[in-house]
């Protein structure tokens, strides 16, 4: 079975400031791992995803997360926030790469302060 | 070009009554799957499809609950006698590929949700 957790339901940066947002995952087979953003009354959208190539991945908008095993971790990190960047982020786990369905962790409210 | 689209955006009913809540995916996509999300909480898997075959309802919570895609495209999602604990956003989403066989490369769009309220 696989589950996530996402370390604080809401994180606030201020504008230029690193972002970093946890992502702990477990996971009985080699997991493939995602991002998902949600902004105001939109679908989600995926952000990047970790499918057992390169650990580092990088997705949209300047966001990028590393697959670490040995944690059993998936943190986003983005090295300068902007304003825009103000959403809510999941964290998603499944044994195939979207092909299935995925088990989200409960979400980060990300409030970027001017 | 069209993405997935969801309707009624916003569904408030009284307790008791029946609703169906209705997914459009992105043309050709094969694979379609309903979540629903509580309030302060991730998606969490109900049912989904590919072409008009359901494959897999393990998380749909009780019997109150089905879905269907008769044509392989347009699915429903239907509550009969519908409870406050139903009320949630129900999320779609579609995919390009066949779901379910391990190593094939995909991406599941999400539609916008529907707010579903019983009162």
Known sequence: AQSVTQLGSHVSVSEGALVLLRCNYSSSVPPYLFWYVQYPNQGLQLLLKYTSAATLVKGINGFEAEFKKSETSFHLTKPSAHMSDAAEYFCAVSFNSGNTPLVFGKGTRLSVIA | ?119
Request: net charge positive.
């Open chain 2, 1 to 119: 070009g069209a993405g997935v689209s969801q309707s009624p955006r916003y569904k408030v009913t009284k307790r008791g009554q029946d609703v169906a809540l209705r997914c459009d995916p992105i043309s050709g996509h094969v694979s379609l799957y309903w979540y629903r999300q509580a309030l302060g909480q991730g998606p969490e898997f109900l049912t989904y499809f590919n072409y008009e075959a359901q494959q897999d309802k393990s998380g749909l919570p009780n019997d109150r609950f089905s879905a269907e895609r008769p044509e392989g495209s347009i699915s429903t999602l239907t509550i009969q006698r519908t409870e406050q604990r139903d009320s949630a956003m129900y999320r779609c989403a579609s995919s390009l590929f066949s779901a379910g066989g391990r190593g094939v490369e995909d991406t599941q769009y999400f539609g916008p949700g529907t707010r579903l309220t019983v009162l």
